[in-house]
């Protein structure tokens, strides 16, 4: 157990005084920051564009530097012969992935969080009155970037290209958000074609039900919304999805050779 | 200048032992699939207290040896011991020390705070750490630059801290690839020096290097591989100066040009 938090402080160290990492919080801001001039387009709904945009901007942010974070951290070590350095001490190789996971989603939790506090400060400023539903909003995205985090861990350890891993991971992230119309499919259809339904029966299996963090499509709704939200439910079921992944991913990275 | 005939088995056994071990890698490549050997039959063994070196061409099976050594690969068919235990046990880990060639560091970090984090891992307990740390960047000659940024370094001080993680936490055995590639003369001087000074405290040091001189000042037995076999071992009194001789009528291909 110490080693996983050694391994994930000396992450999260490392990506907060990374040039890059400023770099993209810059980024994230300046977009952000242009995104009222989207509202302004919009002038009767300018909160409701605001709130969507900044929303989905900040979950994209963060899924984009937990997937290209997860699906290269190896590698990258891998070419600074750091990983020679770590593993060749007493550390298990389960360790070492879990605490670098852990560092990667919580520098990229943190990044989240930021860009949150700046999103929530221009949209109290354009005259929206704060709602605890924003809290579950992000929360949702933040967990859809742990689960896909996860997936893009395992998918690096098992293809033979970052890129793979990469196309793959946003591949499965994309169907992820369509897990409910691929299950109506298969309950509507599936007694008639048993054969073309088994794959599809198989991929709503395998795939995350990423829709289910999507409390964004739902930040219309009247206020109070907060005490719909299954949130234990959703900690369950994304840990449960984590855990699974990185369980494969630990199995796969005791047998990789360097 | 070491004892021309350094330890012998009898000083307390051997630290690293290779009996008959082969690695070949196996790739696929669009349904074909192609074996190459890295190593063949490797039989030797480091004894305690002494340095013992590799030495040969490029891809003739060094860097695959300290892999195997190290437990980032697993052998073939054979067997590999360190300490008398198998490389990955956690065991033998905790008695080895390994410096990688041009290790990297990040700048932003110091030397303090880069072997507080690789003191963590090889399982010192927390307030142990800062004492040895203090004492190991001494004895690396970084005492002067311990609270500077690794971004500041030059490749020779680089590669003291490189050393310095390796030796932090007190290991039977030393493994270093390519110790002096890419330093000054100074700096090969120094780092030499370093090394006859850990061997005379009874560090045992399995050394690889492209610099036939430095092995010839340094080591108390030299193996030679020749196309992932090895060719030959040589004690110091074998080549009384002549070490690049011998080399070379070992790996020379008969009546051609190495």
Redesign the interface.
Known sequence: M??VL??AL?SWV?NL?NRFFGLVLAFAGTVLYLSMLLGLLASDQEVRVLLDFGLGFIELMGLVGAVYGASTVVLREME???V?????????RSSYLLGRYLGLMLSVGGAMLIMAGAHVFMLVLKGWAFRPDYCWAFLGAFLKVLVTGSLALFLALSTTSALSALSITMIIWSLGHFLPEIRLMVRRFGSDSTLLMAPLQAVSWVIPDLQLFNLRDRLDLPAGLAQCVPVGSWLVYAAGYCCVWLVLSSALFKRK?? | MPDPNGPSASDGGAVLRFRDVTKTYVSSHLGRTRTVRGVSELDFEVRRGEVFGLLGLNGSGKTTTF?LA?????PTQGEVSVLGLRPRD??A??G???L?????F?G?MTPQEILR??G????LPDAEIPGRVARVIERVGLGAAAGRRIAEFSKGMVQRVGLA?AIL?DPALV?LDEPVSGLDPLAIKDFRDLLVELNAKGKTILVSSHSISELEKLCHRVGILKDGRLARVLQAQDWSGGLEERFIETVRPAGGAA
Request: aromatic residues 14%; glycine residues 8%.
């Open positions: 110490r080693a050694l391994l000396n490392e005084r600074s012969k750091t020679y350095m770590i593993l060749t001490r007493p550390v298990e050779e360097f | 892999k190290l437990g980032l690969l697993s956690p065991r880990l905790a080895l020390g390994f990688p060639e041009l290790p990297w990040p932003f984090f690789y963590g891992l090889s399982g993680q936490h493994v």
